[in-house]
């Protein structure tokens, strides 16, 4: 079982940072891979960004060069650095994990962008 909790999401104003963490029940060095995903209302869940553990990351075209994930495998923890956020950005951010054949998601934590 693997538990995964968001934090940092929040409120904040167009061209403005947010960094997301998502921590895990366990430690998180055998995870191949931890993803952020979103979803806007009336929106169907997107891939945001992958970190792998050879330290491969992967981007959403539409965050390329603005978000930024990271792992902390000695915290349990993987990171998303979001710099000049646009109003489109506002959604529920979801961490998600696959560990033993499971997919595991945290309960997501809400980033509004204002304009």
């Known amino acids: 079982q693997v538990q995964l909790v968001e934090s940092g999401g929040g409120l904040v104003q167009a061209g403005g940072s947010l960094r997301l963490s998502c921590t895990a029940s366990?430690?998180?060095?055998?995870?191949?891979?931890m993803s952020w995903y979103r979803q806007a209302p009336g929106k169907q869940r997107e891939l945001v960004a992958t970190?792998?553990?050879?330290?491969?990351?992967n981007y959403a075209d539409s965050v390329k060069g603005r978000f930024t994930i990271s792992r902390d495998n000695a915290k349990s923890t993987v990171y998303l650095q979001m710099d000049s956020l646009k109003s489109e950005d506002t959604a529920v951010y979801y961490c998600r994990t696959i560990f033993e054949a499971r997919l595991y998601w945290g309960r997501g934590t809400q980033v509004t962008v204002s304009s």
């Open positions: 970190a792998t553990s050879g330290g491969n990351t």
């Open positions: 366990r430690s998180i060095s055998s995870f191949n891979a």
